[in-house]
Each structure stands twice: as C-alpha cells, then as structure tokens.
C-alpha cells in the first residue's frame, strides 16, 4: 500500500509538471507574439539583472552594454516571466526524477523516462539560450516549441496510470493509425512554428482563399531554408512575400490534411473502443482538433488578434495532450485491471 501511495504522489508531480509545462509553451507563444523574445537580450539574465525593476534604476548601463537593444520595461517582462515559469518547471523535473530513484523498487514504478526529463529540459534550456544570443533564429525557436510539447507529451504520459487489459483486435488499426496522427500533428505543429517564427501568420489575409485565390504567387525555394547564417536578426522577419505566402499556405494545406486524419481517427477509436476512456480521449481528439480548426479561421478573419494567437498555441498542446490520452488508452499493458489508487 506504501508503494501504491508513492506511484499516486509520482503521478500527482508529473500532472502538476505538465500543467506547469502548458503554461510555459503558451506563455512563450504570448512572448513571441508580443514582440518580446529580445526583451532581454542576455540569458539567462536581464541586462544582467534577475529582474526587469532592477534595470529602471540602471537605464544609462544597459544602454552602454546593449546600444543595439533599448530597454522596454513591459518586453523585458513578458521575457523573464517566461524565464521564471520555465526554471519552475525544471526544478519540478528534477524533483520528478528523484522521486522515481527514491520509488524505484516499485515495479509499476517509470524508471527510464523521468531521467531522460533532465537532459531534455537541460537541452531546452540551452534552446531558450539560443533563441536569444542567436536573435529568434526560427530553426532555434521552431525547435525550442517542439521540445516544449515534447515535454509535455512525456510529463502528461507519466501522469497518466496505464490501463491493464488486452487490447481488442477492433482496436488495433487505431492504435497504428494513432501513432501516425501523432506524427503528422508533430509536423504540423513544425510548420506552425516555423510559420509564427518567419512572421508569416498575416501572409494570406482571407480565408478559405490566400491574396485572393486558391494558389497564390508562392516562392517555396526561399521558404524552408533552415539556416541562413549568424548574425542576422529575424525579429519582424526577412523573408519576402512570396516565401511567407509559401509558409502560411503549407500550414494552411497542413491544417486540412491533420483535421481530416484525426477525425477519421478519433471517430474510429470512438465506434472501436473497448473502455470508456479510450471512447472519452477519442472525443476530446475530435474536439480539440476542430476547435483547433476554428481558432486558425477566425485568426484570419478577425485580424491577428494577441489573445486568439496565443489561444491557437494553447489549442496546439491541448491536441497533444488528448493525441498522447488516446496513445495511453491504445496501448494498454497486458494483464488483469490493477486495482485504483485512491487519493
């Protein structure tokens, strides 16, 4: 019953992690969007200082030290909150970590994953890193997201107690075909960063259509061009027209294909599934998936507006956490039902 009660714990701080972890992925979402991602141009500090306060008294020094970057009170902000919820979120990995070490005699206890948390956080911190000193490069910063739902997806799959039970031979093409949905949403969460880092959102302004047809002028040459070299600055973007057009209207073209693949999905593990949490997952796919869909639409059609581009990122790892829900319930481990814990 000990053990038990420590899986339960375990469990507690790998939800409460994930939570933590979300906050952080749409927090950085706010940050890029808002225009702070350089609103300190050092790391992990702020013009040297842990907090943007401290630099108001010393406006004259970070001017010296940084000519390039004028201090914005309001941007340095945004940027060390983001720094302040991210930190809080390694430490709680770590405390993860020797948490599963402590219970690791227990055999429903994850050994492996919580300790491959630590470098992958390690290497996120260093992204973060990156993602200032190398002036928001998108490969860095489209990198620095996809490590972030990485996260997410990992510390949610630990929270999450496996079902014991054989799975149904009726389950197993979903099962398969959920492994695939969550490759093609990880590619598309790629381009969707690769969309907002090149500042190509507001590259098509009508929707269904783009520039008012339905294949405009496009240049895909210069559009996926991971790395351009060091030194240049990519806040506000470099690209031209045509090669944003060509992000944006691949995203676009994306988002079509993921909707219609997740919906055949989440409607067969719905009409297949043998639990009702696999049949619950099934449906919280097919929501997020289209709600998702609606928030793209009206991003067009309302103009960009901060709270729905932020809420599009959040709709993003709301659809990991119910790809990774459905995954769980999918991939059940052989044996009789465990019995509950209880809180």
């Given at each position: ?17 994930a939570v933590f972890c979300a906050v952080v992925v749409v927090v950085g979402a706010w940050v890029r969007l ?28 970070a001017s010296a030290a940084f000519p390039d970057r004028p201090f914005d009170y309001q941007k340095a902000l ?199 949490g696999t049949q619950a997952a099934a449906i919280a796919v097919g929501l997020a998936v289209l709600l998702q ?51």
């Amino acid at each position: 019953m000990l053990a038990s009660s420590r899986l339960l714990w375990f469990r507690r701080i790998a939800r409460l992690a994930a939570v933590f972890c979300a906050v952080v992925v749409v927090v950085g979402a706010w940050v890029r969007l808002t225009d702070a991602g350089l609103g300190c141009p050092d790391w992990p500090g702020c013009y040297g200082h842990i907090h943007p306060a401290q630099v108001e008294d010393r406006i004259d020094d970070a001017s010296a030290a940084f000519p390039d970057r004028p201090f914005d009170y309001q941007k340095a902000l945004h940027e060390m909150v983001h720094r302040y919820i991210a930190t809080t979120l390694g430490l709680l990995i770590l405390a993860l970590a020797a948490f599963a070490f402590w219970n690791r005699r227990d055999p429903g206890q994850p050994r492996v994953l919580p300790w491959l948390l630590v470098p992958l956080v390690v290497t996120q911190g260093l992204l973060g890193m990156w993602t200032v000193t190398l002036l928001l490069k998108p490969l860095i910063v489209t990198l620095h997201l996809l490590g972030g739902l990485l996260t997410l997806s990992l510390l949610w799959w630990l929270s999450l107690a496996p079902e014991r039970r054989e799975r149904k031979a009726a389950e197993r093409p979903f099962a398969r075909l959920a492994i695939l949905g969550m490759a093609v949403v990880a590619v598309q969460v790629s381009l969707g960063g690769w969309t907002s880092t090149n500042y190509a959102a507001a590259a098509c302004t009508d929707f269904p259509t783009c520039q008012g047809g339905w294949w405009p002028q496009m240049d895909f040459g210069d559009a996926f061009v991971l790395w351009r070299g060091l030194g240049i600055d990519y806040e506000g973007g470099v690209l031209d027209a045509p090669a944003r057009v060509a992000i944006h209207y691949t995203h676009r073209i994306g988002a079509y294909l993921t909707t219609v693949l997740l919906l055949v999905l989440a409607a067969g593990a719905w009409r297949r599934g043998q639990t009702t949490g696999t049949q619950a997952a099934a449906i919280a796919v097919g929501l997020a998936v289209l709600l998702q869909m609606l928030i793209g639409m009206n991003l067009v059609w309302q103009g960009w507006p901060l709270w729905l581009g932020t809420a599009h990122n959040g709709g993003a790892a709301l659809l990991v956490l119910a790809m990774v829900t459905l995954l769980r319930y999918l991939h059940p481990r052989p044996g009789t039902p465990a019995p509950r814990l209880r809180a």
